[in-house]
């Protein structure tokens, strides 16, 4: 089946450094990835689309200056957070969407998560 | 917000019983996917049903769909304690990728 990996699984930093997230496609190609972020006992809210290649699309409300997307392969996207706040503690998943024949549509395959701790 | 609302918020009920969580949405949509989320951990992809679908199933899990109300329910039957998760309903729109997830059901099962 097909597998997404993120690391670190966890992390732990100080108030004003940056932390890079990586999503992995382990078994297939994507071309889309998607990043959300999730609060304690809330749904999932999606951040921004990373397409391969291209520049990142973000949601309303999401700062495109803070939450840096790089989607640099077909396997690889990476989701830093600039000059991390308090504020930005929360748990980050991706998802990703195999590279698939025009017209064919395909489900989404998640990653396990990201908690991020800004002390 | 275009977020979906799922009903009821918390369910606890007992091993052996049904359990019946609700999703409705706002807009057109092209699927809509059920999700299984246990306490800080990633998503397990539950069921896809397609707009053009009104009924599906898979092992316990009964899912089912009106478009013109715009809603769905996920029915578990014979619930066990392992089943004590979070679940969420997704939709995507016409012609995007992009999923759009609901408030989530918080179900508890006391064996």
């Known amino acids: 089946g097909a597998v997404v990996s993120q690391h670190p699984s966890r992390v732990i930093c100080k108030s004003g450094t940056s932390v890079k997230i990586e999503c992995r496609s382990l078994d297939f190609q994507a071309t889309t990835m998607f990043w959300y972020r999730q609060f304690p006992k809330q749904s999932l809210m999606l951040m921004a689309t990373s397409n391969e290649g291209s520049k990142a699309t973000y949601e309303q409300g999401v700062e495109k200056d803070k939450f840096l997307i790089n989607h640099a392969s077909l396997t690889l996207s990476t989701l830093t957070v600039t000059s991390a706040h308090p504020e930005d503690s929360s748990f980050y998943i991706c998802?990703?969407?195999?590279?698939?024949?025009?017209?064919?549509?395909?489900?989404?395959?998640f990653g396990p998560g990201t908690r991020l701790t800004v002390l | 917000s275009q977020q979906g609302e799922e009903d009821p918020q918390a369910l606890s009920i007992q091993e052996g019983e049904n359990a019946t969580m609700n999703c409705s949405y706002k807009t057109s949509i092209n699927n809509l996917q059920w999700y299984r989320q246990n306490s800080g951990r990633g998503l397990v992809h539950l069921i896809l049903i397609r707009s053009n679908e009104r009924e599906k199933h898979s092992g316990r899990l009964r899912v089912t769909l009106d478009t013109s109300k715009k809603s769905s329910s996920l029915l578990i039957t014979a619930s066990r304690a392992a089943d004590t998760a979070s679940y969420f309903c997704a939709t995507d729109a016409w012609n995007t990728d992009k999923l759009i997830f609901g408030t989530g059901t918080r179900l508890q099962v006391f064996p």
């Open positions: 998802s990703a969407i195999p590279r698939r024949e025009r017209g064919v549509r395909d489900t989404q395959y």
